[in-house]
């Protein structure tokens, strides 16, 4: 049996595509380990699924000034010396990371430890964390076309997002009557990332009396962003996090208003799902999601709306309108060739293990 380490963490962007391998990889006889940060959302996730899980001193590396700066790259050092030491323990035949900076010190470890590394990058353009990964990687997998160009020549491979089958199987029934919901009125499902967002959270509260005469609504709005006098709102269900109902959430949703990690929307994609993308700003981050939304509305997939032109009014009629046209967003994306890439990169990291 060999042994496969999988790393990631930060955001659930950063895990679950490593979740989605896990079964594949069980079928393909791998014993599998997890290295993760202590705190991360990675170390719950991975937790419920009694993969070992190894947590290691994480430090993130920015691009603009932070008193942290000047602590974190003490973390990074010792988070690298954790992992060399893991090396030496577990005795791994290959890596595989989903990025996010945990996964730094990781794979620069099995570099020097002459164990090979395997990189997906979600984003349409790489991450600092990946970016500081690549060279040291033996294959880097990738969703986009346009990412082929970001690459160095011969380490890419166009694989695609891995997605959880699960996700493909989910009852709308079961999602029902786990919110309370009756049957006449459509579903919006509202997901502003795993740590939620909270121009997303306020927008949509402060237009649910509207939105709530038209549409049901499922608000994952982020741990410690619940608002309790909305509980006994009829036609209403907010949750913190959506673990392993998150599948019945989906086949129950009618649109889908996300923010455009490259994941979700890939999730969105293999679930045909017509959604709103609201990209977060460049003044909140590099800027991957506008050009992962932007990619997406080219292909006909999605409706892209930033943040920064915002207004309730427009608002509104965009998701009347989106709602009405939703049978031209499933079309396109019934025609698209991005399929789900699990089996593709259990192959490839079975041929790299070699």
């Known amino acids: 049996m060999k042994k496969i380490i999988l790393t990631g963490g930060g955001t659930a962007g950063h895990v679950t595509p490593n979740i989605a391998l896990i079964p594949s990889l069980c079928k393909a006889e791998f014993e599998i380990f997890y290295i993760g940060s202590y705190n991360g959302i990675e170390k719950q996730l ?10 290691i001193s994480s430090g993130k590396l920015r691009r603009y000034f932070d008193i942290k700066n000047f602590s974190d790259p003490f973390k990074v050092i010792k988070g690298f010396a954790q992992a060399m030491r893991l090396m030496h323990k577990l005795k791994p035949d290959i890596v595989f990371s989903k990025g996010g900076f945990v996964s730094v010190p990781v794979i620069l470890a099995a570099k020097l430890c002459h164990i090979p590394s395997i ?5 349409l353009t790489p991450g600092l964390a990946n ?28 694989t695609g997002s891995p997605i959880r089958k699960e996700l493909l199987s989910g009852n709308k029934e079961r999602a029902r009557e786990l919110c309370g919901f009756q049957k006449e ?11 939620g967002s909270k121009f997303i959270n306020d927008t949509i509260r402060g237009l649910l009396p509207e939105l709530l005469k038209t549409y049901q609504i499922i608000h994952m709005c982020g741990k410690g962003h619940l608002e309790e006098s909305l509980n006994r709102t009829g036609g209403y269900k907010q949750f913190e996090y959506i673990g392993s109902e998150l599948n019945d959430i989906f086949a129950l949703a009618d649109l889908v208003i996300s923010r455009a990690g490259a994941n979700s929307i890939c999730e969105l994609l293999a679930l045909h799902k017509p959604n709103i993308l609201i990209p977060l700003s460049v003044n909140a981050s590099r800027g991957d999601q506008i050009l992962n939304a932007q990619s997406f509305e080219k292909q006909g997939f999605s409706v892209v709306i930033e943040e920064e032109v915002i207004t309730p009014d427009k608002f509104l009629n965009l998701i009347h309108e989106t709602y009405k046209n939703r049978d031209r967003y499933v079309a396109a994306m019934q025609k698209s060739s991005m399929i789900n890439s699990v089996e593709k990169i259990v192959s490839l990291i079975k041929e790299t293990a070699k």
């Open 46 to 55: 991975i937790n419920e699924l009694n993969i070992p899980y190894y947590a």
């Open 119 to 123: 990189i997906h990058e979600s984003d």
């Open 131 to 158: 970016k500081l990964a690549i060279p040291n990687a033996a294959k880097v997998c990738c969703n986009f076309p346009e990412t082929l160009k970001y690459l160095p020549e011969g380490k890419a491979v166009l």
């Open 185 to 195: 009125k459509p579903v919006l499902f509202i997901v502003g990332g795993s740590s």
